[in-house]
């Protein structure tokens, strides 16, 4: 049963536009997320996370935003560049971190 | 400080065959985690293992095991290879497992194909 879910399997945006990729989850135990980001012939690399307790966290061009009650989390990056361009993977933290089947995003110059 | 490294990269075999890869985590890296990635599914947790011991184990068959040297480096075990065990094999180190800054590094990954 997947826990973590994420619906878009692709995304393609203008360089300079935002791009916003989402996720959702069922377990409202939850309490820690993350955004890794993968390029092809390596492994994921941490992007950003958000704990329970808030709602938004920023790091330069990534921000996260988590809404409890919907149970869904979105990572907004802008503007966008082609090397953004890549699998990203939400994760979820519980006894054991639990991970989406991502989402390709391509960056069109 | 050297990352995660996983050996070998890339492996062959054919079904009923077993096989056997390796991971070293970060230096002072005490949590070591395995994961099956595959088209559509994402990543699948396989086992954590902390300090030699297995402390969480996701679902799958017992075909699949793992162990974790005093050395913290791990390796992970699957014997009776089946055709849908291709797959990248992705393992992780943190630091302590657990706590809200315990983020996971991942190595490059073995990319398995089975025959």
């Known amino acids: 049963d997947q826990q973590v879910k994420q619906n878009s399997p692709s995304l393609s945006v203008q360089e300079g536009r935002i791009s916003i990729l989402n996720c959702d989850y069922t377990?409202?135990?939850?309490?820690?997320f993350l955004w890794y980001k993968k390029y092809p012939a390596e492994g994921p690399t941490f992007l950003i996370s958000?704990?329970?307790?808030?709602d938004k966290n920023e790091d330069g061009r990534f921000t996260v935003f988590l809404n409890k009650s919907a149970k869904h989390l979105s990572l907004h990056i802008v503007p966008s560049q082609p090397g953004d361009s890549a699998v990203y993977f939400c994760?979820?933290?519980?006894?054991?971190?639990?991970f989406g089947t991502g989402t390709s995003l391509t960056v069109i110059p | 400080k050297a990352g995660v490294t996983q050996t070998p990269r890339y492996l062959i075999k054919t079904r009923g065959q077993q096989v056997t890869l390796s991971c070293s985590p970060i230096?002072?890296?005490?949590?070591v985690s395995w994961y099956q990635q595959t088209p559509g599914q994402g990543l699948q947790f396989l086992f954590e293992?902390?300090?030699?011991?297995?402390?969480n184990k996701g679902n799958f068959p017992g075909r699949f095991s793992g162990r974790q040297f005093s050395n913290s480096r791990s390796e992970m075990n699957v014997s009776t290879l089946e055709l849908g065990d291709s797959a990248l094999y992705l393992c992780?180190?943190?630091?302590?497992?657990?706590?809200?800054?315990?983020?996971?590094?991942f190595g490059p990954g073995t990319r398995l194909t089975v025959l």
């Open positions: 992780a180190s943190s630091s302590w497992r657990g706590g809200p800054t315990d983020t996971q590094y």
């Open positions: 377990n409202s135990m939850f309490d820690y």
């Open positions: 958000i704990s329970s307790i808030k």
């Open positions: 994760a979820a933290s519980g006894n054991q971190f639990y």
């Open positions: 230096s002072g890296h005490r949590s």
């Open positions: 293992y902390f300090s030699e011991t297995q402390r």
